[in-house]
């Protein structure tokens, strides 16, 4: 990762070789309004990466300057969830803390004619901005004095204003051709509480004005930030420069990252959760870093996803098959490799005695035995996968279980089925089977080739499990609305067995059932009620 080159990094090497940065800083600035998604991966690892590769560091600030939408209890999950994607901030700051300062910034402003006071309605304000084509109309409240605006604004800090009754505005061009400098509002009124200063505060300072400030009074070199604030950037630089900041920070752009069939949108994501289509922030269809640990996604799998779809400077959106594939790589050396049966079919091995149960010796990773070994039982009952077995051998390519046909199951002996039991419905219920004891695994038996390779759960030692399965968040075309995409069909869910071995498995250990897929441990597991996630299907099956 730390090799990889891009727009950031040689900007970043020019600033230390002319010598105008020695250090580099960095910073992460979430809102603590909702909790974090593989979007805002992208960005920790931009951010992170980009100072730690120069022996340089990162703060985590909390930009919590909108009280009416901001809570601790993201606060508290946008660190855990930091720190679980590998990062640790070297500071955690939170830019209400800084409102004072920000404050006698903004009266620097004023003192030099640069804001001004604005009784304007916010309808008139925004009407008089004009458009991209129309210059806007000067506020008749513009050319107020210095006085007047200096008390205006200590009377709008000491509350006498209501809501909406007036604000801050810079005074810079309103016939600008960035829609960003006609006078950006730069503090209004709320009376809501916030966070972390409670009442303290009625005047909020906006993004746009707080944001450098925030960057500047940390002394962040490089303000990395996505694509959508590159028209802020003369504002930006507007903002740092007139408050006279003696730390000028730079922002630089990156593209956002989108993933199809997917939604990074903190606004929909909460209507989710709010509407009950999802069961939290943390439901494992969700893009969220939640979701996705409660998947199983391992954070060496995002990083790797996130860093091999590149920095660039513009948006990019991958394929879902690109993340699905760095997650497979990162478990297949990690995961244990095990047997469970997501829909069972029984089968008796009627030539097998009853009451009798032997174990196979079994490493759960050929080719890393340092994951240990259990023991696989074997009886006269087993269960199969109700797909690996037909009546009839349909064609030479089928190579399971049929009537009249020999499999080798997995670390045990070979079966060959001899007939069926069907229940009233006509369904089969229950295949049965005879082994040959000479062809046990090990024995080095290869008289004959069997049909095939199947896996199978002990029926006795077995325990029952419930999986899950995850389709797509959502589905059907971009002009549809974003509630209607939902695809209700997202979750489905089996019950069935999986071998011993697992009944003591914890949250988040993740496994390969061989033949199915990767599935991980749901934190609501439990021993006499196994759950399994699915993480990704094995990208080619056995079959
Ligand atoms: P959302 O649009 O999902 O609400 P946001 O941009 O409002 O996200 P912030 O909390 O403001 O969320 O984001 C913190 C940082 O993460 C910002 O610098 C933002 O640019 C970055 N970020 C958010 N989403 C993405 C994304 N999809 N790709 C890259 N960076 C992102
Ligand atoms: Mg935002």
């Known amino acids: 990762m730390e090799n990889t080159s891009n727009f950031i990094k040689t900007i970043i090497e020019q600033d230390l070789e002319s010598g105008k940065h020695h250090e580099i800083i960095t910073r992460f600035p979430p809102e603590p309004n909702g909790f974090l998604h593989i979007g805002h991966a992208r960005a920790i690892i931009t951010d992170f990466e980009s100072a730690k590769q120069y022996g340089g ?19 508290k999950s946008i660190l855990e969830d930091i720190r679980w994607l590998g990062y640790e901030p070297k500071n ?21 004619g640069l804001a001004y006071v604005d ?32 008390k205006l604004f200590e009377d709008m800090r000491l509350g006498k204003f209501k809501e909406g009754e007036c604000v801050l505005r810079a005074k810079i061009d309103m016939a600008s051709p960035n829609m960003n400098m006609r006078d950006p ?32 009074i940390e002394g962040i070199t490089h303000s990395l930030c996505s694509l959508e604030f590159e028209d802020h950037r003369p504002l930006y630089d507007w903002v740092v420069r007139e408050t006279e900041m003696p730390k ?37 269809r969700m893009p969220t870093l939640r979701g996705m640990r409660r998947r199983g996604y391992t954070p060496e799998a995002i990083r790797n996803f996130v860093v091999s779809t590149g920095l660039s400077k513009v948006n990019s959106t991958a394929s879902f098959d690109m993340l699905e594939a760095a997650v497979r790589d990162d478990l297949q050396d990690h995961a244990k490799r095990v047997m469970a049966i997501i829909k069972p079919l029984k089968v008796t091995i009627t030539n097998y005695p009853e009451n009798k149960i032997e174990y196979f010796d079994v490493l759960y990773h050929q080719d890393y035995p340092e994951l240990g070994s259990r023991k696989i039982p074997f009886s006269r009952h087993i269960y199969i996968e109700q797909d690996d077995f037909v009546l009839n051998k349909p064609n030479n390519k089928y190579k399971r279980l ?88 997202s979750w489905h869910v089996e019950h069935g067995m999986v071998e011993e071995a697992l009944k003591n498995a914890h949250a988040l ?27 990704v299907p094995l990208k080619s099956s056995y079959k």
């Open 185 to 216: 509002v730069l503090y209004r009124i709320s009376f809501a509480e916030h966070h972390n200063t409670g009442t303290k505060w009625c005047i909020y300072p906006m993004y746009d004005y707080a944001h450098p400030l925030e960057d500047a």
């Open 402 to 489: 049929a009537l009249n046909e020999e499999v080798r199951l997995f670390h045990a002996y070979f079966i060959k089925a001899y007939d069926v039991i069907y229940d009233d419905r006509g369904d089969i219920i229950e295949v049965l089977a005879t082994y040959d004891e000479n062809t046990k695994s090990g024995s080095g038996f290869n008289e004959r080739k069997p049909n095939g390779t199947i896996h199978y759960v002990e029926k006795t030692h077995g325990y029952h499990a419930t999986f899950n399965f995850f389709g797509p968040l959502i589905i059907g075309d971009e002009s549809m609305d974003l509630m209607d995409r939902f695809n209700k069909d």
């Open 92 to 112: 955690v700051y939170f830019a209400s803390d800084y409102f004072e300062e920000m404050y006698e910034r903004a009266i620097v402003l004023i003192k030099k």
């Open 57 to 75: 560091y990162t703060n985590l600030r909390y930009d919590d300057t909108n009280p009416e939408k901001e809570d601790d209890i993201y606060v």
């Open 248 to 284: 000028i920070p730079r922002q630089i752009e990156f593209g956002r990252l989108n993933i199809e069939n997917t939604v990074m949108s903190k606004r929909f994501l909460r209507q989710l959760v709010e509407e009950n289509k999802v069961i939290g922030w943390d439901d494992p």
């Open 509 to 535: 250990d993740k496994f390969q059932f061989m033949r199915n897929g990767y599935f991980s441990v749901d934190h609501d597991s439990k021993k006499d009620h196994l759950v399994f996630n699915e993480i």
């Open 119 to 150: 009784h304007s309605s916010a309808e008139e304000i925004a009407k008089d901005r004009g458009n991209v084509n129309t210059p806007g109309v000067e506020s008749k409240y513009r050319h107020r004095s210095i006085e007047e605006n200096l």
